[in-house]
Nanobody, 115 residues
Framework: QVQLVESGGGLVQAGGSLRLSCIAS????????LGWYRQAPGEQRESVAI???????NYADSVKGRFTISRDNPKNAVYLQMNSLKPEDTAVYYCYGSHWSGSYWGQGTQVTVSS
């Protein structure tokens, strides 16, 4: 019913930048919240950045000042700009959306930061 597809992951050196994209199959304006989570092997999935329907944002303390979440409703897209990347940011990043019909997850995109 609702699909989220991520792209933009890859391998980058510490201090570098990446931009993740998530495209929704329905209008992003219809989501109560959109965001990004990440999960490293053997670790729990954790919230990275969330944006609400009205545009308010919330970031994990570990990424504040380095990551920025944004939304483009005409393109049904949500983005995560990641700057000053650290090896600790290495994980699979998942797009998330809370919709009236339920909660939805993307397939994930790998981000690897080398030192």
């Amino acid at each position: 019913q609702v699909q989220l597809v991520e792209s933009g992951g890859g391998l980058v050196q510490a201090g570098g930048s990446l931009r993740l994209s998530c495209i929704a199959s329905v209008g992003t304006s219809n989501f109560n919240a959109l965001g990004w989570y990440r999960q490293a092997p053997g670790e729990q999935r954790e919230s990275v950045a969330i944006i609400s329907r009205i545009g308010s944002t919330n970031y994990a303390d570990s990424v504040k000042g380095r990551f920025t979440i944004s939304r483009d409703n005409p393109k049904n897209a949500v983005y995560l700009q990641m700057n000053s990347l650290k090896p600790e940011d290495t994980a699979v990043y998942y797009c998330y959306g809370s919709h009236w019909s339920g909660s939805y997850w993307g397939q994930g995109t790998q981000v690897t930061v080398s030192s």
